[in-house]
């Protein structure tokens, strides 16, 4: 059962985050090719680009529920390193719907309204993006190595 829930949980975190990190990382450079490109295949590649994001944030509400169902199978739930790794996960979390999401949809609505997107917007949210990505990626460390842990693993 544990290995199964293991399972599910890498599965979870692959398909729902790995496209909202890609996706985040590509927007803001992307935005910046508007002016020199097609506009409205540019802002179409935005666009696209922004939906991912958006869906699969709401998707990836399911590694952590995944996560703490394997926790609890596995009885780690009072671990520093699980702990840890929920307090990430929030924090990422946070940074993508407070931070990422709506510059998204600022930038996609200049793009739409046919207005020049500032560079130093496109680089903002290329921070809180890259802050986005080392939260997850630290949480997946922490989720394989998991220090202290007794199961061999």
Avoid at 20 to 46: H, I, K, N, Y
Avoid at 72 to 77: I, S
Avoid at 125 to 143: C, K, S, Y
Wanted: aromatic share 6%.
């Amino acid at each position: 059962m544990t290995k199964i829930l293991l399972t599910l949980h890498v599965l979870a975190a692959i398909v729902a985050v790995g496209p909202v990190t890609v996706a985040a990382s590509m927007f803001p450079p992307a935005a910046r090719r508007v002016p020199a490109a097609d506009a409205a295949v540019a802002v179409g590649t935005v666009r696209l680009l922004h939906r991912i994001c958006r869906v699969y944030a709401g998707i990836g509400v399911s590694v952590p529920v995944f996560g703490l169902a394997t926790a609890l199978a596995m009885d780690v739930l009072g671990s520093g390193w699980l702990i840890a790794s929920i307090a990430l996960t929030a924090a990422a979390a946070g940074i993508l719907v407070a931070f990422v999401l709506p510059r998204q949809e600022e930038l996609l609505d200049q793009l739409n309204a046919e207005k020049s997107v500032e560079r130093s917007a496109t680089v903002q949210l290329a921070m809180f993006t890259g802050i986005f990505n080392l939260l997850w990626t630290t949480v997946t460390v922490l989720m394989i190595v998991r220090p202290g842990s007794t199961t061999g693993a």
